[in-house]
């Protein structure tokens, strides 16, 4: 399952995205990991999500990020919901590699029985209609 956050720049993305987690996090079978770029969240979440600064990893685009959580993934199975905040910040503003990020998470989930929740700064009325049904 994979849910999209999507929202112009001051629209409350990443108030909602903090929300979902210490939800997750409180009822969670497993592990919750939150990605965000820069530091940002540490006081906001508690302290059982683990946290990645993807500027530490050097994670700069789509086919690095997806062997990150790949990585993840194969390193412990019992992560159960990944989190990606800013999700252009991280990959770079391409719509078309957004989306393409996208729909690989939705697959991924689902393969690894994995919840995926990603904000994305952009207009929600420029969203493809495959994105769509993830907002």
Known sequence: MIQVIMGL???GKTKKLVDSINIAVAGAQGDVVCIEYGKKLTYDVSHRVR???SKEYGITNLDMLKGFISGLHAGNFD???VYID???KTIGTDRAAGEAFIIWCAAFAEANNMKFTVTVSDDPAM???EIKKYL
């Open 9 to 11: 720049k001051g629209s």
């Open 51 to 53: 946290l990645v600064d």
């Open 79 to 81: 992560i159960t919901n």
């Open 86 to 88: 800013n999700l252009y």
């Open 127 to 129: 969203a493809s209609e």
